[in-house]
């Protein structure tokens, strides 16, 4: 893994920096592979990110989109992720609807959602049951509990280390969330923290020794380049890096 932390003067400036490694990475994917994957965060922060990505001129039909956790709503719910990345960035593109792979949302039991999408990338990346694909590129933020994804604090998803795709639990409220070994696949994975409200769970996460069940976003150390993106605010007291 190499790990690069860098701390941004504002959230103009971060989204700005996430905008330059998100598009390199793309083009780099599509000049090695022929395409690009990419999960995305949900949350506030990557949004802003989104609306400018959607000013980009890349070969859209070789980037297929994911979703690294959903929440269990419709997708037209004003909680959906995959809401938010459509009208923020997707739906003003010419990126081809089989490009786009949502996590599903329908099933009266979000575990058979997770089934049902975990096949669904296993088709896609043409890999066998126990394997992990390797995505390009996978955005996460973190709460101010230090959960990522929708991996949060003492739950079941944070010990599923044989599935691409788990349900994950906020306060009783389902998601579907990619798993830990299937995020650290990935060829790259890049947070984006913003606000003095991230500090404590950074301190955390970045420290030699804490619990990983406490902090999950420690969890995350994928096998190619983890990118920390933080704003002044968040990064400026983090001793660690
Ligand atoms: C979600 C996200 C979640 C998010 C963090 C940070 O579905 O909400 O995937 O993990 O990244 O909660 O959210 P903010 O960017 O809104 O602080």
């Not at 694909?133 to 990522?148: C, R, V, Y």
Request: some cysteine; charged content about 20%.
């Amino acid at each position: 893994m190499n790990k690069f932390v860098e701390v941004l003067p504002d959230l103009t400036a971060l989204v700005e920096r996430s905008r330059q490694i998100v598009v390199e990475k793309l083009r780099e994917a599509i000049a090695k592979r022929g395409m690009a994957t990419i999960a995305l965060a949900g949350g506030s922060t990557p949004k802003p990110l989104y609306e400018k990505l959607s000013g980009e001129s890349l070969p859209w039909d070789k980037v297929h989109i994911f979703w690294g956790d959903e929440r269990y709503v419709p997708p037209d719910h004003p909680d959906s992720n995959q809401r938010m990345a459509r009208l923020a960035w997707l739906d003003q593109v010419a990126i081809p609807s089989r490009n786009l792979h949502p996590m599903p949302t329908d099933d009266a039991d979000p575990a058979i959602a997770a089934q049902k999408h975990a096949a669904e990338l296993q088709e896609f990346f043409h890999t066998q049951s126990g394997e992990f694909p390797s995505l390009d590129m996978i955005l996460l933020g973190i709460g101010d509990d230090a959960h990522t994804a929708s991996l949060f604090p003492h739950t079941e998803a944070l010990q599923v280390c044989d599935r691409l795709v788990t349900v994950g639990n906020k306060d009783g409220q389902p998601r579907i969330t990619f798993t830990i070994p299937l995020i650290n696949q990935a060829r790259t994975v890049l947070f984006m923290v913003a606000g003095a409200n991230k500090q404590a769970a950074l301190a955390q996460i970045f420290a030699p020794v804490a619990d990983g069940n406490t902090y999950p976003a420690r969890f995350i150390r994928p096998q190619g380049e983890l990118w920390w993106l933080l704003d002044q605010p968040a990064g400026e007291n983090l001793t660690e890096t």
